[in-house]
């Protein structure tokens, strides 16, 4: 069985946070991981992908299933407990679920360009654990061309096209340096994980959740880098944040107006953003009235993110296909590497015989022999050791055999009929 590319994880898509977190690993211990897949197995190269929201396997193996056992070996888990959300992609849905994901259109947050660092880390870890082989180096090295062409050609990673990437937008048009901001986010869903991941993105002094469960909410802040408050703490501590996301189901607003207002005396009125995606309303609606509140609703996203969707749609089809046509030219790449061993031999074979012409002429040379019957001889001697295994091959072939040898050699010697 051949050597191919595989593919092979769980992601956002495909698993539970819960899930996730179970398989990930830890950066310190990457190589003695990627050391142990290796070890008595098919593998022959390897790389891993562990983020926040997915950990994948890149291998050349000869099958897939080696490695999606040893994923669940490594990690002590029993094989049922991943395989429902296991993903194993073959040599070109591989590559092109590499190219797609580098190009950030795997991603939670559409053309998101921190993926393709997190892929850079994860060639880089293969190559000094030394399980980065002449295949897979070869794929992370065309598949970070295809992002970098992606995001230089097309719009992907410029537009407004979800409602977290809209509150990220809105809140730059306040503040001059998000990274300068406290944001407070209360919830802990999906939309939230969203709107966490958008601003995580901008690097903010400081990032908090606020939630009912708190397990939920020390989950999100662990992968974003953040802390957790209890929400009974929100009304307390509201002043501490420049930023305030809500999106929870609460059937009674968590922010009111007295709680802003006391909030921005005590912030001596420093403008506030406040993002409310509920419904029913997380945060009041009079609260949009006081002066250094900016609101906004899950309408006034809306009309942003619409604004967007046509050039979101350009530039995802533009993307698709670079893609598929950068997907060819890879394995286009592959299917010439199985010829390299024959050209190897036939170019040894080719120097072979002209080493050995060239000593015969170099010795008639130094007899003394005329240099122009020498070359002559040289030339002669040369072209009847490069003609004769075709020329054998020939006349060693039989019926139907004969005609498929005499097409072959007229199409390798570019010979026509009239010859």
């Keep these: 069985m051949s050597v191919q590319v595989y593919a092979l994880g769980i992601n956002h898509h495909t698993a539970p946070l819960d899930i996730r977190e179970q398989v990930a690993f830890d950066p310190a211990r990457l190589g003695a991981a990627l050391h142990d897949l290796l070890r008595g197995r098919s593998v022959r190269e390897a790389a891993i992908l562990s983020t926040c929201n997915r950990t994948e396997l890149y291998c050349a193996a000869e099958s897939p299933a080696a490695a999606a056992g040893w994923l669940a070996e490594y990690h002590a888990l029993p094989p049922r407990r991943i395989e429902p959300y296991l993903y194993q992609h073959p040599q070109k849905d591989a590559v092109r679920h590499m190219f797609r994901v580098a190009s950030g259109l795997d991603s939670m947050v559409l053309g998101e360009p921190q993926i393709l660092g997190q892929m850079k880390q994860a060639a880089r870890a293969a190559d000094e654990a030394g399980t980065l082989g002449t295949l897979l180096n070869k794929l992370f090295q065309r598949t970070f061309a295809v992002a970098k062409e992606v995001r230089s050609t097309t719009a992907?990673?410029?537009?407004?096209?979800?409602?977290?990437?809209?509150?990220?937008?809105?809140?730059?048009?306040?503040?001059?340096?998000?990274?300068?901001?406290?944001?407070?986010?209360?919830?802990?869903?999906?939309?939230?994980?969203?709107?966490?991941?958008?601003?995580?993105?901008?690097?903010?002094?400081?990032?908090?959740?606020?939630?009912?469960?708190?397990?939920?909410?020390?989950?999100?802040?662990?992968?974003?880098?953040?802390?957790?408050?209890?929400?009974?703490?929100?009304?307390?501590?509201?002043?501490?944040?420049?930023?305030?996301?809500?999106?929870?189901?609460?059937?009674?607003?968590?922010?009111?107006?007295?709680?802003?207002?006391?909030?921005?005396?005590?912030?001596?009125?420093?403008?506030?953003?406040?993002?409310?995606?509920?419904?029913?309303?997380?945060?009041?609606?009079?609260?949009?009235?006081?002066?250094?509140?900016?609101?906004?609703?899950?309408?006034?996203?809306?009309?942003?993110?619409?604004?967007?969707?046509?050039?979101?749609?350009?530039?995802?089809?533009?993307?698709?296909?670079?893609?598929t046509n950068r997907v060819d030219d890879f394995l286009h790449w592959v299917e010439s590497r199985e010829t390299v061993p024959t050209i190897r031999a036939l170019r040894d074979a080719a120097e072979r015989a002209r080493r050995h012409e060239l000593e015969h002429a170099m010795k008639l040379l130094q007899r003394g022999d005329d240099p122009a019957m020498v070359l002559e001889a040289l030339s002669k001697g040369l072209t009847n050791k490069l003609l004769h295994p075709p020329t054998q091959a020939l006349n060693l072939a039989e019926g139907a055999e004969r005609g498929e040898v005499a097409q072959l050699i007229s199409r390798i010697w570019r010979l026509s009929s009239e010859n």
Excluded: W
């Excluded at 992968?223 to 059937?251: H, K, N, P, Q, W």
């Design 156 to 323: 992907i990673g410029a537009n407004i096209v979800s409602m977290a990437a809209a509150a990220v937008h809105l809140s730059e048009r306040i503040f001059e340096r998000l990274s300068d901001q406290q944001v407070l986010f209360i919830g802990a869903g999906e939309m939230i994980e969203l709107c966490a991941a958008h601003f995580a993105g901008a690097k903010p002094k400081r990032l908090s959740i606020a939630n009912r469960t708190a397990a939920r909410a020390e989950g999100l802040a662990e992968r974003f880098g953040g802390d957790v408050l209890r929400l009974e703490e929100v009304s307390e501590r509201l002043a501490e944040y420049d930023i305030v996301v809500s999106c929870t189901a609460s059937t009674l607003p968590i922010i009111g107006l007295g709680m802003a207002e006391r909030a921005l005396k005590t912030r001596r009125h420093r403008p506030m953003v406040m993002v409310d995606l509920a419904v029913p309303r997380d945060i009041e609606a009079e609260v949009g009235k006081l002066d250094d509140v900016f609101l906004y609703t899950l309408d006034d996203l809306g009309q942003i993110v619409e604004s967007g969707q046509e050039s979101r749609q350009a530039a995802i089809v533009e993307a698709e296909e670079i893609i």
